[in-house]
Each structure stands twice: as C-alpha cells, then as structure tokens.
C-alpha cells in the first residue's frame, strides 16, 4: 500500500508538472507574437520572470517540435508549423461566425463580414452576403491593408499610437481610392473617431461607391471584428443610426459565444 500511494504522488506531481511547463511554453509562444515573432532568451526572461534555463529548455522542445526556430543571429522566431494551426483556427472562427453575421444580413440587409488583424494585414475569414441583386462581395482569405477599410479602423483604435504609427510605416499609405486616408495624423485623428462614436466607418475608402461600417469583437480570442458593407446609396447617415446598435449587438454575443465555446 505505501509504495501504490507513493506511485500515485509521483504520478500527480509529474501531471502538475506538465501541465505547468505546457502553460508556460504556451506563454512564451505568446508573448513572442506580442513581440513581433522574433526575441532573445534575455528579452523572454526579462518580461516573465522565468530562470534562463527553464526558458531555454522550453524552446529548445518548441524547437524540436517546429513552432519556433533558431534565427543565425541566435534569437528565436515563431516557426512555420504554427501558419498551419492559425489557418484552421481561422477558418474555424469564420464557421463559428457565420450564424451571427447571417442575423446581421437579416436585420440590416447588407453582406457581413468578419475579419481579423494577421500581422499587419486585415484578413476576412468569413462572410454572409446581402440579398440584394446589387450587394459587395470579399472573397474569404483576402488580404487588405488597414488603413483603408472599416474592420481595420475599428481593429486599430485599440492599439497605442505609436504601435499604429509604426505599422503604417511598415505597410506604407497607398490609396485605393481618391477618399483612401494616407497620412499617418489623418488615420489617428480617425481612430479618435471611432473611439468617440464606437464603430468605424470606410466612405469610399477601399472601394468606390461602397461604404461600410465595423466594429470590433470584444474580448476576443484574436483581434476581431465584424461589419456590414454594401452601396453608399444604401448604407446612409440615416441606415447607419439603425444599423450600428444591431453591429454591436452582435459583436457582443458573438464575443460570448466563442468564450463559451473556449475558443
């Protein structure tokens, strides 16, 4: 009998352990991606608090698993076996989605869509389309630059200036319309804007003749957000009253829904 209960010790303690090295080697995934994807182990022992050897030994099996690689200059970066977790997660998060931007469609009558920021790019995972005869199409798994669109404002306005500032600068400004915003105090004096209203607007921005409105998913997994697009002529000052309240709404339920779905 003590050594079956000494067995059993051992075994909980090891369990313990494993699960303590498992959510610490998740942590240092994440704080890597917070940190642009590449890190030294000093930089990961200084913002942690972990001992140096404990961090090296998790990356060296992070290493050996795939998810991070050794860069020659000897910092770590994340590695190519997580693009294929983040693509099926992606699609995932579309799929859980789409019930809610279907209700978007319904009470709005516009395509809805959901997007979210994968580096400094927006990428749409989902979409709904109106019923209209003349409605706005996205393909799913394309890729646009911030700047220009209203998901991208609306996913923007919770970063730090300086954080925005520097992504402008490492995507540029190009105009996809003569309405496009391309200087870096325009785009911030418009992400005052939409902290003060609670959405964000594309006039004419991204595309002629289309307006949409966004906004963000709170409390979501990964930056998300949500919005309705269709033809100015239909997305008025007048629609918008309407359909800002529905859009925040059901960012709100959807942001319950993937919490409780432990996405």
Known sequence: MPTSSASTT?????SSGGVQSLERAFDLLERMADAGGEVGLSELSASGGLP??????????????????????????????????????????????????ARLVEETGETANMALLDGDEIVYVAQVPSKHSMRMFTEVGRRVLPHSTGVGKALLAHMPDA?????????????????????PEGFLNAL?????????????????????LAVSVPDSPTAAAISISGPAGRVTDAATEKIVPVLKQVAVELSQALASSGA
Do not use: F
């Not at 804007?193 to 991204?206: F, K, M, S, W």
């Open 10 to 14: 051992d075994s909980a303690k090891s």
């Open 52 to 101: 140096l050897p404990t961090i090296h030994r998790l990356m060296r099996t992070l290493v050996a698993c795939g998810y991070v690689r050794q860069q020659p200059n000897r910092r770590y970066a994340l590695g190519p076996r997580l693009i294929r977790l983040g693509e099926s997660a992606s699609r995932l998060l579309g799929t859980w989605a789409r019930p809610y931007l």
């Open 163 to 183: 954080e925005v500032r520097a992504l402008l600068g490492r995507t540029g400004m190009p105009a996809a319309t003569e309405k496009t915003i391309i200087t």
């Open 192 to 212: 005052e804007e939409v902290r003060r209203l609670g959405y964000a607007v594309d006039d004419n921005e991204q595309e002629v003749g289309v307006r949409c």
